[in-house]
T-cell receptor, first 115, second 114 residues
Framework: NAGVTQTPKFQVLKTGQSMTLQCAQD?????MSWYRQDPGMGLRLIHY???????DQGEVPNGYNVSRSTTEDFPLRLLSAAPSQTSVYFC??????????????FGPGTRLTVL | AQSVTQLGSHVSVSEGALVLLRCNYS??????LFWYVQYPNQGLQLLLK??????LVKGINGFEAEFKKSETSFHLTKPSAHMSDAAEYFC????????????FGTGTRLKVLA
């Protein structure tokens, strides 16, 4: 298993540009989520999904869209990039939408800079 | 509502010394608690988790944590620090009454001094 993969690893955008961060998992996990990591603020949940076709907002959803057309893929779209979106983005997955003792498996992260 | 608080954003210990990273939780229901580690330029990986089976939980790389309900704590310890333990550590709590599953603390960066 490749686990959770993310592309790209690094990205530089100009203010106002849009882009999609890709996330895929090959473990047949129901639950997937996107976090951003900023110094001193830990991990903050952006969006999550409990299965194909089902997504919902987390703590900091503004400026981001997600979709989940398949179990494997969960892309994160930045609609119009802003410097405040400069961050490290992590995708994570866990087996069951309901089992709250599940381990989360994290991707390696995407480091995004918005100029 | 569930939450976790990690005391100390940075902790330094000497190689061979005890590691103690603090985590306190707030939960309206019996919690499930996790410690994750993030090595430089990597994603997070699970160190250990408490799922109510035993209050003392052993994890990978010699780490363990003890669930103390009376103190609402789940501190992470390791008897003897190694240089390879330098990383950021996150405590997390499950969120059974909410719509999403996990809530993370703000992290503690551990530095190990030679």
């Amino acid at each position: 298993n490749a686990g959770v993969t993310q592309t790209p690893k690094f990205q530089v955008l100009k203010t106002g540009q849009s882009m999609t961060l890709q996330c895929a998992q090959d473990m047949n996990h129901e639950y997937m989520s996107w976090y951003r990591q900023d110094p001193g603020m830990g991990l903050r949940l952006i969006h999550y999904s409990v299965g194909a076709g089902i997504t919902d907002q987390g703590e900091v959803p503004n400026g981001y869209n997600v979709s989940r057309s398949t179990t494997e893929d969960f892309p994160l779209r930045l609609l119009s990039a802003a410097p405040s979106q400069t961050s490290v983005y992590f995708c994570a997955s866990s087996y069951s939408r309901r089992q709250i003792t599940d381990t989360q498996y994290f991707g390696p992260g995407t480091r995004l800079t918005v100029l | 509502a569930q939450s976790v608080t990690q005391l100390g954003s940075h902790v330094s210990v000497s190689e061979g010394a005890l590691v103690l990273l603090r985590c306190n939780y707030s939960s309206s229901v019996p919690p499930y608690l996790f410690w994750y580690v993030q090595y430089p330029n990597q994603g997070l990986q699970l160190l250990l988790k408490y799922t109510s089976a035993a209050t003392l939980v052993k994890g990978i790389n010699g780490f363990e944590a003890e669930f103390k309900k009376s103190e609402t704590s789940f501190h992470l310890t390791k008897p003897s620090a190694h240089m390879s333990d330098a990383a950021e550590y996150f405590c997390a709590v499950s969120n059974p009454s909410g719509t999403y599953k996990y809530i993370f603390g703000t992290g503690t960066r551990l530095k190990v001094l030679a």
